[in-house]
């Protein structure tokens, strides 16, 4: 008898873990991710970031890494707090490295648990099987449009991936340059807080789908299909 082989209980721990941290930090703490939140202690965070740079900065990352990695929703809010606290460069910096730790945090959780399970069916025959080939085929293309385009969700874009069987280096390298763009218009909305809050506003959050700003991400994302096409120009003139 293999007394090696994991039941499937041990097997899915990490997400199983995850996903119930995930609900209890939300629970606790997010309330706490909203422009009201930013709003009422602008001025004591402010103080704080001018007395202690680096701590603020560290301390900025690491909420953003549990954020990110326990799924809990508001990151939107810490980006834009990004902005608000450390300018558009080191706030759109560090958020683009936090943001990749947790990403990279959860999709190691989710391939560990029903990642590998998943993927085993995946290797099968059918149409979901197709789909695994073309994502592999295809990698930095497909990740870098899951990561472009505003509509797919942070969170769909990080675990899907995982258990569709892509490879960590693909992810890593896919999630830090792909959410640049992104990233760098919120954190420049957030650096102007201090003045929307002055005027007891709040931010326009869809800017990212201005034309002025979508225009150039679509363009990105355009380009990504570009070794797509070719690659099936390619094999069409192969069997031709």
């Known amino acids: 008898m293999d007394t090696t082989a994991k039941s499937p209980l041990k097997k899915n721990l990490p997400l199983i873990g995850l996903v119930i941290a995930a609900a209890l930090a939300y629970w606790q703490f997010g309330s706490y991710l909203s422009f009201q939140t930013l709003s009422d202690n602008r001025e004591a965070l402010i103080s704080w970031r001018d ?58 959780a989710a391939k560990t648990g029903l990642g590998n399970a998943l993927q085993a069916k995946l290797d099968g025959e059918g149409r979901m099987a197709k789909m695994q080939a073309g994502l592999k085929e295809n990698e930095i293309s497909y990740l870098f449009i899951m990561r472009l385009v505003p509509a797919v969700p942070f969170w769909f874009a990080n675990l899907a991936p995982a258990f569709l069987g892509v490879s960590l280096r693909a992810y890593l390298f896919t999630t830090f340059f792909g959410i640049i763009p992104g990233t760098a218009v919120y954190n420049w909305v957030g650096s102007g807080l201090g003045e929307v809050f002055a005027q007891g506003g709040t931010p326009n959050l869809g800017i990212i789908f201005e034309w002025q700003i979508l225009g150039p991400i679509l363009a990105l994302s355009a380009l990504s299909f570009i070794p797509i096409i070719l690659k099936k120009f390619r094999k069409t003139g192969a069997t031709a």
């Open 51 to 108: 007395s202690n740079y680096l701590i603020a900065a560290l301390t900025y990352m690491a909420i953003y890494i549990a954020v990110v990695g326990f799924s809990i929703p508001g990151g939107v809010f810490l980006t834009l707090g990004g902005g608000f606290l450390f300018g558009p460069i080191f706030g759109t910096l560090f958020t683009v490295i936090s943001a990749t730790i947790g990403a990279t945090a959860i999709f190691l």
